[in-house]
C-alpha cells in the first residue's frame, strides 16, 4: 500500500493550501502546513523589489484602515454591523487626509438590503445576500447561511491581516492585505478556517472583491483567444448585472486571462486617464466577476471557479486561496501594463527582484518534429550556434516509443534507437559550441498506448465505469493523488540529475475531461480542483529548490497556462503556438496587456508559416520577435547563406538591446488592433538612456506616408542619437535631437508596400 513519505510532505511548499489532505491507497494523512512557510517563500522578494516603504495606519476612533503605496491609496472601514467595507481606491492621498467610519449603506428598498449595496471586501453568502459572494459553505445539519464579522486585525510593515468570524458558528476568515511599494500593487489573499467540530464543504471561495469607486461609465477590458488564435483584447461597458470571465478547463486556458482592466468610457489615450486593474495568480479553474449592483457600484470578485468545486475541509484545517492582485493607474492602460510588468519582473519571477535576462534560444521542433535523434540534433545545434544562439533545445520526440502523437506519453526515459548513449553525448557537444542545453518535457499527461498507463489505468482522472475522453491521443495524469505526484516529481528529479539540463520547456496540450478522483476519501473527490493544481506547484518548487540553476518555460498548446501563480515558478511562458510574425504582432499586443515582454517568448520560424501559408522576410521576422524574448525555431537546414548572414546581424543587434526590451517600460504607440494597418512599440530602459522602437506595415495605400511616430517616456532635456537598424529614416531625420523634439515633433520612417518593418535605437548623450 503506497505511502506518504515525511520527506516528500516536508518539501512541499503551498500558495494555496495551508493545510490539505492527502488520499495515498486508501490511507488519508492529514498533513498540517504554516502559512508561514508560504510567506517565506513569496512575501520577501515583494519586500526586496520596494524602492521606497509602502505604508498601512489604522484611525482606532473612525475604524479606518489606510494602505499607502507608490501612487495608490486603498482605504477600508469596519461599519456599525462590523463589516468590512471599501471606502476608497485610486489616486494617492495625504497623509493628513481622513475618512467619517463606514456605515452600511441601506439601499433603496427593503429589496436591497444592505449587505447587498455596501461594498464589502468579503461577504458570505447569509443573511440575504443577493450579489457574488465570497465564500459559501454548507454545513452537515444542511445550514448553509454563514455571516462575517470583524473581530481583529495585525499590521506589520506593508500587511494587513483582518479577522473575520460567523456570528455563531467557529467558522474564522483572515483577509490578508500586502502593498508593493514600487507598484502600489496590492496582494489580497483569504484564509478559512474550520474551527467546529465537523466537516465543513466549501461550495465557493473567493480571494476578495475589489469595489470601485461608484459610476456609470465604466469600460471593461479582458483578455480571450484560442488555440493559435489567443490575446485578444475586448472590451464593453459595464451595465448592471453581471459577466463572468472564467476557465473550467481544470488549467487557466486561453478561452479567458484572469486579468481584468477598467476605465473611464471616455479615455481613449494609452497613457492617460484613472485605470482599475487585476490579475488573479491561480492555474486552475478559475472565476472573475464584473459586477454593477442596484446603485451603480461596480464589485470584482476572483478566486477558484464555483462550478463543479465542493472542497471538504475538515475540522481544524485550513484553506488559504490563490493570490488576487489589482492596482490603479493614473496614467492610463498603458500605465497600468507598466506597473504590472514591473511587479512581475521585481516581485513574481523565481529569481526576483534580479531576474535573468531571456538567452537567445534554439528549438528544434519545427525542423525535426518527431524525428529526433543525436546526430541529426548535433547538425542543428552546430548551426544555431553559428548565429549567437545562447540556448539549445531539443523538443518532442526524444524519449519512450514516441514515433508520434499516439505513443510514449508518460515513458520517461531516453530512446536507445534515437540516442544509443543517452543524452549526454548530444549535451556534451551543445556545450562545447558555447550554449546551454534545454528539453522538452509534458510531465501530467499519458498515452493509453505507454508503458505508464498499462501499468497504471487509474491514474489518470475518471468516473469510473464511464468513458475517458481522449485529446490529441492524451489523457491527464490525476496529479492531485500523491502516487502521481511522486511519480512525476521523481522522474524528473531524476532526469535533471542525470544529465546537465540548464532548462525544461513544461508542456500541456489538453483539457481536462471526466474530472474524477475515486480514490479520494468519502466526500473530497471535488478536492482535486484544488489538489491538482498545489501539487503541480509543489513539484515545480521542489525542482527549483533541489536544482536552482535550471530554467522552466510554462508551456501549454500555446498560451494556455499564463497566470501570476504559475509565474512564481517559472521563468517565462510561450504566448502561442502560432509563429506567423503578422499574427504575432496582435497575439504579443494583447499579451503586453497583462503580462512583460520580459517573460513573452517569441520565436523566429520558416516562411511559409504553416498558420498562414503566408510568406515574408526574415528580416520583418526577426523585428516582429524581437519585441519580446528572442528564439529561433526555423529549419535552420534549409537557410541559405544569406540567412545565416541576416540571422547572425539580428542576433546581435538583439543582444545589444536586449536588456531594455525585457526590463524596459513598454508603450503601444499604435495598435495592431481593429484590424489596423500599422503597429509600433517602444520601449524605454529602466535608466532612460535607450530606446529602442519597431514600427510594421500590413499594406500601404494610395501614396500615403507611414504616420508619424511620436515618441513617449524620454528625459525632455536630454540629447539622443538616433540610428535605425532595420528599414529606413525619413531624409530629414536630425542624426541628434532632444527627448523633447522625439516626443513632440516625432520621427518619419519610409516605409512602402507590404509587410514592411523598421526598427532605430534613441542614445542618450552622457
Known amino acids: 500500500m503506497p505511502t506518504c513519505s515525511g520527506t516528500e510532505i516536508n518539501r512541499l511548499s503551498f500558495s494555496f493550501l495551508s493545510r490539505m489532505e492527502f488520499a495515498c491507497g486508501f490511507r488519508t494523512f492529514q498533513v498540517a502546513l504554516l502559512g508561514i512557510a508560504l510567506l517565506s517563500l513569496i512575501a520577501p522578494r515583494l519586500v526586496q523589489a520596494q524602492s521606497v516603504e509602502a505604508s498601512i495606519r489604522f484611525e482606532k476612533q473612525t475604524q479606518v484602515f489606510h494602505i499607502d503605496a507608490a501612487d495608490m491609496s486603498y482605504v477600508l472601514g469596519i461599519n456599525e454591523k462590523k463589516q468590512v467595507q471599501t471606502l476608497y481606491w485610486g489616486k494617492r492621498l495625504s497623509n493628513a487626509d481622513s475618512f467619517a467610519a463606514a456605515q452600511a449603506n441601506s439601499g433603496p428598498s427593503s429589496f436591497d438590503l444592505p449587505i447587498n449595496t455596501s461594498g464589502q471586501e468579503f461577504v458570505a453568502w447569509g443573511g440575504g445576500l443577493y450579489v457574488e459572494p465570497d465564500l459559501k459553505v454548507t454545513f452537515p445539519d444542511g445550514n448553509r447561511d454563514l455571516v462575517l464579522q470583524y473581530v481583529s486585525h495585525t499590521i506589520e510593515g506593508n500587511k494587513l491581516i483582518i479577522r473575520l468570524k460567523d456570528i455563531s458558528q467557529e467558522v474564522y ?7 508593493d511599494a514600487a507598484t502600489g500593487i496590492l496582494r489580497r489573499s483569504a484564509r478559512l478556517q474550520n474551527g467546529t467540530s465537523s466537516p465543513l464543504t466549501v461550495e465557493q471561495i473567493a480571494s476578495g472583491t475589489w469595489n470601485l469607486p461608484r459610476g456609470t461609465d465604466y469600460r471593461l477590458r479582458y483578455l480571450t483567444g484560442r488555440w493559435a488564435g489567443e490575446w485578444n483584447l475586448h472590451e464593453q461597458t459595464i451595465q448592471p448585472g453581471k459577466t463572468i470571465l472564467e476557465s473550467r478547463r481544470g488549467s487557466t486556458g486561453a478561452q479567458n486571462n484572469p486579468w481584468f482592466a477598467i476605465d473611464r468610457n471616455n479615455s481613449n489615450d494609452q497613457d492617460t486617464g484613472d485605470v482599475w486593474f487585476g490579475a488573479l495568480g491561480w492555474s486552475g479553474s478559475w472565476q472573475i466577476s464584473v459586477e454593477q449592483d442596484q ?9 477558484p471557479n464555483s462550478f463543479d468545486f465542493g472542497y471538504r475541509l475538515a475540522p481544524g484545517r485550513h484553506l488559504q486561496t490563490p493570490y488576487f492582485y489589482a492596482g490603479y493607474s493614473h ?10 510588468h514591473r511587479f512581475e519582473l521585481f516581485s513574481i519571477l523565481p529569481h526576483a527582484p534580479n531576474p535573468k535576462l531571456r538567452p537567445v534560444l534554439y528549438n528544434s521542433w519545427e525542423a525535426t518534429t518527431f524525428d529526433v535523434n543525436e546526430a541529426g540534433q548535433m547538425a542543428l545545434a552546430e548551426k544555431a550556434a553559428s548565429l549567437g544562439v545562447e540556448r539549445f533545445v531539443m523538443d518532442d520526440g526524444w524519449f519512450g516509443q514516441r514515433a508520434n ?38 510531465p501530467e499527461m499519458v498515452n493509453p498506448d505507454s508503458d505508464l498507463y498499462r501499468k497504471h489505468p487509474d491514474w ?3 468516473f469510473p465505469g464511464r468513458p475517458k475522453t481522449e485529446a490529441r491521443n492524451q489523457l491527464v495524469l490525476n496529479l492531485a493523488r500523491p502516487d502521481v505526484r511522486a511519480y512525476v516529481f521523481d522522474f524528473l528529479d531524476k532526469l535533471l540529475n542525470e544529465n546537465n539540463i540548464a532548462f525544461l520547456k513544461w508542456d500541456y496540450n489538453r483539457n481536462w475531461s471526466e474530472p ?3 480514490a479520494a476519501p468519502a466526500g473530497a473527490e471535488k478536492n482535486v480542483y484544488v489538489d491538482f493544481t498545489q501539487n503541480f506547484y509543489s513539484i515545480l518548487a521542489e525542482l527549483r529548490q533541489k536544482h536552482p540553476n535550471v530554467e522552466i518555460e510554462s508551456c501549454s498548446g500555446g498560451g494556455s497556462r499564463v497566470d501570476l501563480g504559475v509565474m512564481q515558478y517559472t521563468d517565462e511562458v510561450w504566448p502561442s503556438d502560432n509563429t506567423d510574425a ?17 517573460v513573452m517568448m517569441a520565436w523566429v520560424t520558416d516562411s511559409p508559416n504553416w498558420v498562414n501559408q503566408r510568406t515574408l522576410p526574415l528580416e520583418y521576422r526577426f523585428l516582429s520577435s524581437m519585441q519580446g524574448s528572442l528564439g529561433i525555431g526555423a529549419d535552420l537546414n534549409k537557410w541559405n547563406s544569406d540567412d545565416f548572414a541576416k540571422a547572425t546581424r539580428m542576433v546581435a543587434q538583439y543582444k545589444a538591446i536586449r536588456e531594455t526590451i525585457q526590463r524596459g517600460q513598454l508603450y503601444r504607440l499604435i495598435t495592431p488592433e481593429k484590424n489596423s494597418e500599422h503597429s509600433v512599440t517602444e520601449s524605454v530602459s529602466r535608466d532612460g538612456r535607450q530606446a529602442v522602437t519597431f514600427a510594421f506595415l500590413h499594406s500601404s495605400k494610395e501614396l500615403y506616408p507611414y504616420p508619424r511616430i511620436h515618441l513617449r517616456g524620454l528625459n525632455a532635456d536630454a540629447f539622443y542619437t538616433i540610428a535605425a537598424f532595420a528599414g529606413k529614416l525619413a531624409s530629414d531625420t536630425p542624426t541628434t535631437a532632444s527627448g523633447a523634439y522625439w516626443m513632440e515633433r516625432g520621427i518619419d520612417v519610409e516605409m512602402r508596400g507590404d509587410f514592411q518593418a523598421s526598427a532605430f535605437t534613441l542614445a542618450q548623450i552622457n
Open 173 to 179: 476568515v483572515d483577509l490578508q492585505y500586502q502593498a
Open 295 to 303: 446603485i451603480q457600484q461596480v464589485r470584482v470578485t476572483g478566486g
Open 331 to 340: 496614467d492610463g492602460i498603458g500605465g497600468a501594463s507598466r506597473l504590472l
Open 405 to 442: 502523437d499516439h505513443s510514449g506519453l508518460g515513458d520517461w526515459y531516453v530512446n536507445q534507437q534515437k540516442f544509443p548513449h543517452g543524452l549526454k553525448p548530444l549535451i556534451d557537444k551543445v556545450h562545447t559550441l558555447g550554449m546551454d542545453f534545454g528539453l522538452w518535457v509534458e
Open 460 to 462: 489518470v482522472l475518471n
Open 516 to 518: 474524477g478522483w475515486p
Open 582 to 598: 503578422f499574427d504575432r504582432l496582435l497575439i504579443q499586443n494583447g499579451f503586453t496587456y497583462a503580462y512583460s515582454p520580459g
